[in-house]
């Protein structure tokens, strides 16, 4: 007997533009694979080199070793920075170490951290909006011994308390909710109004180009379900960001975590990826919503990305 619902057939899944993988994030994982054609397995990651679960396992199965502390890494073995970034406290361990570094490191993010280094040599504190714990925050927190202040919400701006208001300035996680960071940097320009701003903002242009797609997507949806594992920061604010548009929204790792109880009835389903969320499996979640009786699929228009990082020295050249 077929799982189809026949009230689903004219139902149309709706795809957002742009969707999944970000330059950043295809760069990641170029490196963990040229590097393992270049070396051999194993090769240590540390961190996960982008927060999904499919990429992760199918970077295990090719030779990856996923670890979280440098300690971890026998001596002599190569070790590549996720995407996310570190601070210099572990760069200078694997220095110290003699361990080989491949950086993964989002050049986006490592605007971030060059940034942070110049407005502490200008003997600026930053203030840096971020979710705390997450990995790229603790990176960019690391750029400097002292005077880094890391704040999530508006209260904590309203507790902030440093000694020279003149000089002071702000950096950004790259993956925030581009509403919400402008709330809280309006916060902390109200309270610090001679603060210094990045002169381009760090949300980087993924998550801009990602939240405005949904944006664009979400009102004309009954439903929207995002690509994206629980610990991607980016994946998260598309998710919320439908939610907060009036749309019930779901986040799913795979095809299978969907309750065909989500679409029941529903005349458009929204579709879309988080930055580190592959194709293959928005197209899995298409498929699945297939069997489950949908007919009809239409990618919006939007932006088309064309950006695209160097390699690191040493592995840029072709496989
Ligand atoms: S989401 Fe942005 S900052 Fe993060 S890896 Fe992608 S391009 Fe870089």
Redesign the pocket.
């Known amino acids: 007997m077929s799982i189809a619902d026949t009230t689903l057939a004219e139902t149309e899944i709706l795809l957002a533009q742009p969707r999944g993988f970000?330059?950043?994030?295809d760069r990641?994982i170029e490196i963990v694979e040229r590097a393992i054609k270049l070396h051999g397995s194993p090769i240590y990651v540390r961190h996960e080199i982008v927060h999904n679960v499919y990429v992760v396992e199918d970077l295990r199965k090719k030779g990856a070793i996923f670890i979280e502390r440098l300690e971890e890494v026998p001596a002599g073995n190569t070790v590549i920075f996720s995407?996310h970034g570190v601070s210099k406290a572990v760069r200078s361990e694997a220095e110290s170490r003699g361990l080989r570094v491949y950086d993964a490191t989002?050049p986006?993010?490592t605007k971030v951290h060059i940034e942070v280094a110049k407005m502490r040599q200008d003997g600026f504190d930053i203030v840096m909006i971020g979710h705390k714990g997450h990995p790229e925050v603790e990176g960019t927190m690391g750029q400097a011994g002292e005077g880094m202040h890391l704040v999530e919400d508006i209260e904590d701006v309203q507790a902030l308390q440093l000694a020279d208001p003149e000089r002071i300035a702000f950096v950004t996680q790259?993956?925030l909710s581009v509403d919400d960071a402008a709330e809280i940097i309006g916060a902390l320009k109200a309270k610090y109004p001679s603060i210094r701003e990045p002169k381009k903002q760090d949300i980087?242009?993924?998550?801009q180009n990602r939240q405005d797609a949904v944006k664009f997507m979400a009102p004309q949806c009954d439903v929207v379900i995002v690509v994206g594992s629980p610990n991607s920061s980016?994946s998260n604010r598309l998710r919320e960001l439908a939610e907060k548009l009036g749309v019930p929204s779901y986040m799913v790792d795979s095809p299978d975590q969907i309750d065909p109880s989500w679409v029941k009835g529903k005349r458009r389903i929204g579709v879309t990826a988080g930055?580190s969320a592959p194709e293959v499996l928005a197209q899995a979640v298409i498929a699945r919503l297939r069997e489950l009786g949908v007919r009809n699929v239409r990618a919006l228009e939007g932006i088309e990305e064309n950006i695209a990082f160097p390699l690191p020295r040493g592995l840029g050249l072709p496989a």
């Open positions: 970000c330059a950043g994030v990641a995407a989002c986006l993010v790259t993956t980087c242009y993924a998550t980016n930055a």
